[in-house]
């Protein structure tokens, strides 16, 4: 389940990549310059901006891996017709399909990891999904890439065919009983997940697992109680009953969820920071290829095999991050997973600075492998985080209206990056650039201050037990 979901991310950094990869290709096929290639990502990235809201509220109300299933299909028809285009006119229409992925993806699968995942493994567990990201950007630069370099159509045309196995694994996957109440277990089968339940893999006392025909078994009972909720509850930490009362309205519609997600300030920081930092990680996917092989005079596949270096260090950052935050947590530190993601978005900063400025290829990649590193070591903590401070009821509505304004950071990024550039030139372009990163850690470290209390309204609103007892 891990995989799959993390190659659901993989698809769509593998198609910014491979058109970054592809830009000097596309530039001259088409006859067009920096600001279209980045005008290509962002389209794409806008109508997944606008259809994630929608795709939220489904993720709240019908079995999200068919929905992921059906979005990936349409992802793999649409890159076909890319694949066909004979203009950039032709080719910007068919992208404008492509952002469907983008919009199922964010609201179900943080939706699925709440619902199949213990609290405790959220961190460890989204840096292994957000590998996904990672490695379909790093099989854009490397192998669709270097495709490119003969026909950026084939590159195209071995994303689509990729989609289709992944859309019918995702229809193969069982759907999880909502509010965490049915995590899996390491055996694969949904068991007590909370204190005081049965044995692993088995339901626990006074739960029952039921089927119907197209489910699998699953286990019903009361919401998962998260280790941030448990810390914040045996601190007395008082909830916004303000936010309770409107979260347990039956049938909470679009504008009070909306409302509601607003309302919750870390849940603004955390979007805001978000947006920064993937705002600069969708200029580095689309232009970072092209910045190495100008600024540093080396040739595609060597550029290309530079950032699959770079990208290796991004991997070790992910893969770190989030296990390490799940640990302070459970050693009682209830601010942790803010805290490991501030930490690393200040690196961010600091280490791109000599990368940026250094002209030698040797001396700017060590630190470029360890800001690549600290750059996305911020996301499965903020993540993980995110699920602490959402009622489960919210989840996908709440990760839809998350992925509107991020993704509308991400296209607006490729877009404003070929244009500054076409201005300044590249290596200016991702000196101004950084002051996003910077953006990005400074609402990090205010998150701290409001994470306690909305962790305790959000425990409060699902009807946790330790919250009725605090």
Avoid at 59 to 73: G, I, M, P, Q
Avoid at 353 to 381: K, R
């Amino acid at each position: 389940m891990i995989v799959v979901l993390a190659c659901v991310l993989a698809l769509a950094s593998a198609d910014a990549a491979t058109v970054g990869a592809s830009a000097i290709e596309l530039v001259h096929g088409l006859h067009i310059n920096n600001a279209d290639v980045g005008l290509l990502v962002a389209v794409s990235s806008l109508v997944g901006a606008v259809a994630s809201i929608p795709f939220g509220m489904l993720a709240d109300r019908v079995r999200r891996t068919w929905t992921l299933s059906f979005a990936v299909a349409l992802w793999g028809v649409a890159m076909l017709l890319s694949a066909t285009a004979r203009s950039f006119g032709g080719l910007l229409f068919w992208r404008l399909w492509l952002g469907v992925v983008t919009a199922a993806a964010g609201p179900a699968v943080a939706s699925l990891v709440g619902d199949y995942f213990p609290s405790g493994e959220r961190g460890k567990i989204y840096s292994y999904i957000l590998t996904g990201e990672l490695v379909g950007a790093g099989a854009g630069f490397a192998i669709t890439g270097d495709v490119a370099a003969l026909s950026w159509r084939a590159a195209f045309v071995i994303l689509a065919l990729a989609a289709f196995p992944l859309a019918w694994l995702l229809f193969r996957l069982p759907e999880p009983v909502r509010g965490g109440a049915g995590v899996l277990t390491p055996a694969g089968r949904p068991g007590a997940a909370t204190a005081g339940e049965g044995e692993l893999g088995e339901p626990g006392p006074g739960r029952h697992y039921k089927r119907s025909e197209d489910e699998e078994p699953q286990v019903t009972g009361r919401p998962q109680v998260t280790d941030a909720q448990r810390l914040a509850a045996e601190r007395g930490i008082a909830p916004d009953y303000r936010l309770v009362r409107l979260a347990e309205r039956k049938g909470i519609g679009l504008i009070s969820a909306i409302r509601y997600v607003l309302a919750v300030k870390t849940n603004v920081s955390l979007i805001i920071s978000s947006a920064c930092g993937y705002y600069f990680l969708a200029g580095v996917a689309t232009f970072g290829v092209e910045f190495v092989r100008n600024h540093y005079h080396v040739n595609a596949t060597l550029a290309n095999l530079l950032m699959i270096v770079v990208g290796g260090g991004a991997a070790i950052g992910v893969m770190t991050a989030g296990p390490a935050a799940d640990a302070w947590l459970r050693r009682g530190r209830l601010n942790a997973r803010i805290i490991v993601a501030a930490i690393a978005a200040t690196a961010t900063v600091v280490l791109f600075i000599p990368a940026l400025l250094s002209s030698s290829i040797v001396a700017a990649l060590p630190y470029v492998i360890f800001a690549a590193g600290a750059l996305s070591a911020q996301n499965p903590p903020i993540d993980a985080a995110r699920l602490d401070i959402m009622p489960a009821n919210l989840w996908g509505r709440a990760e839809g209206i998350r992925t509107f304004l991020r993704t509308m950071a991400q296209a607006l990024a490729p877009l404003l990056f070929g244009l500054l550039s076409d201005q300044i030139g590249l290596q200016a372009t991702f000196i101004v650039m950084l002051l996003p990163l910077a953006g990005s850690a400074f609402f990090l470290f205010r998150a701290m201050r409001t994470y306690p209390g909305d962790v305790a309204t959000a425990a409060a609103a699902s009807g946790t037990p330790d919250a009725t007892a605090a």
